[in-house]
C-alpha cells in the first residue's frame, strides 16, 4: 500500500470577464486565475487492484463529490481510500471542489505508476467541471472559454492576501442570467483584460485595470459586499475583487505588515471564522510543493509528475 498526503489548494480570479453566451449556455470567459495557499488536505492509500474503487471519508458532507468522479472518470484500476479534510469554504468561488478533483487526476497516474498524455488530463479535467483544468497547472494563468482554455501567465511576486467568505449565498446560473440581462448590447472589447495581463509582471497591484463582470449584478443584490470591498481598499488593498460569481471577496497587500492589520480589522467587524490570511501561490512553489508531496526525485523535471517506472 503507497500513502500520501496532498495539500489541495484553492483559486481566486484575479480578472473576469463574462463575454457572450453560447448555444451550450454556458458563457465564454476571460479570466486570470491565480493559486492560493488555503487548502484542503487528502490523504489517500493505494493498494494495486483490479478493479477500481474509491472510498471517500469527508470531514464534511459533500453530494456528488468530483474526488469520486476524477477517478471513476480517469477509471485507473486500483483501491483508493481517501480522506479529505475541508478547510476551503465551499460553493463560494475559491474552487475548493475542482482543486480535489485535480489533485486526483495528478495524483492517481502517478500512484499507479501509469502515463496519461497531459492533453488527456486537461480534456477529463473540463469535463469535470469549468474550474478543474486550471488546477492541472496552478500559479497564474489566462483562461478563455468556459475558464477551461488555459495559457500559463508568468509568476507575480507572492503577495499577502486576505480571503473573505461571507455567509451568503450567490446562485452561480442566476449571476450569469442577471450579467445577459443588465448588458445591452455586445459585451465590451477585450482591450483591458489584455493590458491587465502585460502588467501583472511589470506594475504594481494597485495599477492593474482588474474587474470582476459580476460585482455589477452581485453586489446591487447584496450590498453588503460591496461595504467589504470598501474596507478592503481603506484598509490599503491594491486591489480589492470578488471571486468567481461570490460571494468571496479578496484582497492584495503590499507586505504582511498591513495585510495582518487588516486581519484584525476585519476579524472585529465581521467574525473570526470568514477571515483567512493567505498568500498566493506561483506556478514555481505549486509544482514544486507537488514533486515534495508526491516525493518525486529532484531530478524528474516533467510536468505533469510521472513515476519513474510509468508506463
Ligand atoms: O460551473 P457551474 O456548474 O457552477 O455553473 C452553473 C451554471 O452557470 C451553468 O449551468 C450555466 O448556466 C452557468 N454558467 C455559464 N457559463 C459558464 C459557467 C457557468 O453560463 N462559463
Not at 109 to 136: E, M
Not at 188 to 205: F, I, V
Request: proline letters at 7%; a positive charge; glycine letters at 8%.
Amino acid at each position: 500500500m503507497t500513502t500520501v498526503r496532498l495539500r489541495s489548494v484553492a483559486k481566486i480570479n484575479l480578472d473576469l470577464r463574462v463575454l457572450e453566451r453560447r448555444a451550450d449556455g454556458y458563457h465564454n470567459l476571460r479570466t486570470v486565475f491565480q493559486t492560493i495557499s488555503l487548502a484542503d488536505t487528502l490523504d489517500i492509500a493505494y493498494a494495486p487492484a483490479r478493479r477500481l474503487t474509491v472510498e471517500l471519508q469527508s470531514t464534511v458532507e459533500i453530494t456528488g463529490n468530483l474526488i469520486e468522479k476524477a477517478a471513476q472518470l480517469l477509471a485507473i484500476p486500483g483501491r483508493f481510500n481517501i480522506r479529505l479534510h475541508k478547510r476551503i469554504p465551499m460553493g463560494g468561488g475559491l474552487g475548493g471542489g475542482s482543486s480535489n478533483a485535480a489533485a486526483m487526476l495528478l495524483a492517481i497516474p502517478f500512484l499507479v505508476g501509469k502515463q496519461v498524455p497531459l492533453r488527456k488530463l486537461i480534456d477529463l479535467a473540463s469535463q469535470l467541471g469549468s474550474d478543474v483544468p486550471f488546477f492541472l497547472l496552478g500559479g497564474t494563468a489566462a483562461g478563455l472559454d468556459r475558464g477551461t482554455e488555459l495559457y500559463p501567465l508568468p509568476d507575480i511576486p507572492r503577495l499577502p492576501a486576505v480571503v473573505i467568505t461571507p455567509k451568503i449565498h450567490v446562485s452561480t446560473a442566476e449571476a450569469y442570467r442577471a450579467i445577459d440581462e443588465h448588458r445591452s448590447g455586445a459585451p465590451p472589447a477585450p482591450t483591458s483584460h489584455e493590458a491587465l495581463t502585460w502588467m501583472l509582471e511589470t506594475a504594481p497591484p494597485a495599477a492593474w485595470p482588474c474587474c470582476n463582470d459580476f460585482e455589477t449584478v452581485v453586489f446591487p443584490q447584496f450590498p453588503q459586499l460591496k461595504s467589504i470591498q470598501g474596507k478592503l481598499q481603506k484598509l490599503g488593498a491594491g486591489v480589492a475583487l470578488m471571486s468567481g460569481s461570490g460571494s468571496t471577496l479578496f484582497g492584495l497587500f503590499a507586505n504582511r505588515k498591513s495585510r495582518d492589520s487588516a486581519v484584525v480589522s476585519l476579524r472585529k467587524d465581521l467574525g473570526k471564522e470568514v477571515i483567512f490570511p493567505v498568500s498566493l501561490v506561483s506556478r514555481g512553489a505549486y509544482r514544486s510543493l507537488w514533486r515534495r508531496q508526491l516525493r518525486v526525485s529532484p531530478d524528474l523535471t516533467i510536468w505533469p509528475p510521472q513515476s519513474r517506472y510509468a508506463q
